[in-house]
């Protein structure tokens, strides 16, 4: 009796569970988080599954399954976030369930249940937020010349709208990344978004932004931005993407520009490009954009808003 007693409480461990506890989350979501190779990949999708986990604890609920997540899904709706978010949010759910499954915490069948989810369907796309030509050049000028935070807000601000880097390209930057590249300057093997490796000419005006500010920072090696602190002096190795965050939304509010993301300058690169004529394939590479469709959205030429369609109808007023 105790032989078979015992034989079947090891059966009974062994057996894949329909619910999961905090315990079982966790080691599924640091599966998942060591699974990807990205940074950005890794805190977007921490952030996801902790929001899931704050959901899938504070219900009532029966077990992890495909009904589970579909009201998680009807949940994520009702607070009004848009498709993309929604969607990312459900992929990260998917890739725990799937991740639980692999470790025998998770039935495969509730597994491939969840897999079976959609995401919310996109329609239409969203209007991208771009600077004109003189907006640009008015925002990168408009910080100080004179202080030493100013010429590295200067040079930040002009590398953005330049280069079209995003921040954490930016805040990664290092000086030996810039180098002579077919008798121009150019940052080099530039490791972006999905690892994808680029090379990034630099215009002119851009270099002589960056040198105005490692002259007066004295920075000859390591990474290209360093905090400056009250007193006017370097301190610290480096700048956090944050850092970047504020120097664009403290800029832009001086100049009455609301809601404007260090993004926004990437797509006003684009775009300004686009406008000087720049072919999309060698705008696809300056982005490090994989699809020329992302490129497009970027550039938003599908639709023209400055020269609109129904702007002369005949039917103005005289």
Not at 81 to 90: F, Y
Not at 120 to 140: D, Q
Not at 163 to 180: F, T, V, W, Y
Request: charged fraction near 25%; hydrophobic fraction near 40%.
């Amino acid at each position: 009796m105790k032989k078979a007693s015992a034989k079947s409480a090891k059966g009974k461990k062994s057996r894949p569970k329909i619910k999961l506890g905090i315990p079982d989350l966790e080691h599924s979501k640091n599966a998942v988080l060591r699974s990807l190779g990205s940074p950005d990949s890794r805190r977007g999708y921490q952030h996801a599954i902790d929001e899931f986990v704050a959901w899938y604890c504070s219900e009532p609920r029966l077990a992890f399954n495909k009904t589970v997540v579909l009201r998680y899904r009807f949940h994520l709706q009702e607070r009004g976030l848009a498709p993309g978010t929604i969607n990312v949010r459900l992929a990260a759910v998917r890739r725990l369930a799937y991740e639980a499954a692999e470790a025998g915490l998770l039935s495969p069948e509730l597994a491939a249940g969840i897999h079976r989810v959609k995401g919310v369907r996109k329609l239409g796309s969203r209007l991208g937020n771009w600077l004109t030509a003189g907006e640009a050049s008015a925002l990168w000028q408009l910080p100080d010349g004179q202080t030493l935070t100013g010429k590295r807000n200067r040079a930040i601000l002009a590398i953005l709208l330049g280069c079209g880097l995003r921040r954490c390209e930016l805040a990664k930057l290092a000086i030996n990344s810039l180098q002579r590249r077919e008798e121009r300057w150019a940052i080099v093997d530039l490791v972006g978004k999905g690892r994808h490796i680029r090379t990034v000419p630099v215009p002119n005006w851009v270099k002589e932004t960056l040198d105005t500010w490692l002259t007066a920072a004295g920075v000859e090696s390591g990474p290209l931005f360093r905090c400056v602190c009250r007193a006017g002096k370097l301190w610290g190795n480096g700048i956090s993407e944050k850092t970047v965050w504020h120097v664009v939304k403290k800029t832009a509010a001086s100049m009455n520009i609301p809601r404007l993301a260090p993004h926004d300058l990437r797509r006003s690169c684009a775009r300004l490009c686009h406008d000087a004529g720049g072919e999309l394939e060698q705008i696809q590479f300056l982005l490090g954009h994989v699809s020329v469709q992302t490129t497009e959205r970027y550039i938003g030429c599908k639709q023209r808003l400055r020269v609109a369609v129904n702007d002369r109808l005949g039917i103005e007023p005289g």
